[in-house]
């Protein structure tokens, strides 16, 4: 059994790093838990951190680690249980060093990934990591997560632009294991098992961040696709002419577009109206002519019928505006309200198959709408149901628990996985149970038993 975080524990936790609880370090970004917490310590140092988790370990109190507060899966909110002590890495926020020969960065966890792509930028280098909630997710808590975002295709997700970490265990001593190293085969990497991992095996307070040069010039499109099988086509086909170049490839629904312009209409569309949309970026070296390049494969693309129309970026504002509205379609989900919301991947030759097999069996449900968007390149999906025109998420009462179960089945049977790029947390937790591996989740439990024993760190979240 835990304790409450309460004013007896304050006396044993270090000077100064006790703050009121705000607010801010008890929601999360759906609305769909309300957390709790008893005190909220903001720590300075890796130090500080350890005190802190060496306090709760001796006084069974759950420890939960809070970064910016983005993630949309609950991993940063107790909703119930004994309160926590809440852990803000708020104050955590220095960039230790930048190597720029290297292609090296040390960042705390405290630190926004949009600081770090600014460090990164000032070193003429580049951090190409991007997330919609770059301007608050802090660092730590994208490796927890192992956050995606939209230029894995060409990057990987956060575990491959990390190089090493510093993190405190749950017993409250230090790894150090900050490592600049592209190559290190000492045995198991601690690194990889805490990224993740989401808080529940110890806490990340820094890490060394790979980083790359910055391309010569950029290339951005918005081209209209008959279908998903085409968006498919087209992306193998920029991939054998820009081998290496493809940044992201994002595929838009016209569902998504009609959304955007009913909720947002002051958002401009350089292609309204098309039935399939992928909004495509190209990071070209140096010889290289970006419009050329784009020309080249349009071109091709037109000639063996996989656009239908395209909208080339003349400028970097007009880039901008394509990545302004391709932003923005979480924004226009939210006000039109969806019933069922799925983070789910496949392998990409299954994804034709499933966007249209998952859309029968939906229509054969009632009068719903489907958004289906999401990063193309990597095989991640955003696949949300809707209420049909006029009506509302509490006509559809009935189909709140049908449709995840029916949408996932159809996703783990083509290989997939429920939850591609916003990990575990509180959401999905019964989901973990329903769709893993029997074998995976007994060795999970193994671990955190082994590290995590009295399960102080972050309980509730990821297992049960």
Known sequence: MLNPADDRLVA?????VVRPLEPRHLDEPRGYFAGQGGLLAAPRTVEEVAAIVRACAEARVAVLPRGGGTGLVAG??????????????????TIRDVWPDEDALVAEAGVTLQQVQEAAAAAGRQFPLSLASQGTAQIGGVLAANAGGTGVLRWGNARALCLGIEAVMPDGSILRDLKRLRKDNTGYSLRDLLIGAEGTLGIITAAALKLAPRPAAMATAMLEVPDPQAALQLLSLAQEMMAGCVTTFELISGQSLAFVAETLPEIRQPLPGAPWSVLLELSLPKGMDPEAAVEDLLGRAMEEGLV???????????????WNLREHLPEANRRIGAISSHDISLPLSEIPRFIADAGAMIAGMGDLRINCFGHLGDGNLHYNV????????????????????AIYGMVVERGGSFSAEHGVGRLKVADLERWGDPVKLSSMRAIKAALDPQGIMNPGAVLS
């Open 386 to 405: 809707f209420p049909g025109p006029g009506r509302t998420r509490a006509d559809y009462a009935d189909l709140r628990f049908r449709l995840p179960e």
């Open 12 to 16: 044993a936790l270090p000077a100064g």
């Open 76 to 93: 940063a909110v107790m909703p119930d249980g004994v309160p926590p002590l809440v852990l803000s890495l708020e104050r955590m926020t």
């Open 308 to 322: 239908l129309d395209g909208a080339i970026a003349q400028s970097g504002q007009q880039a901008a505006e394509f």
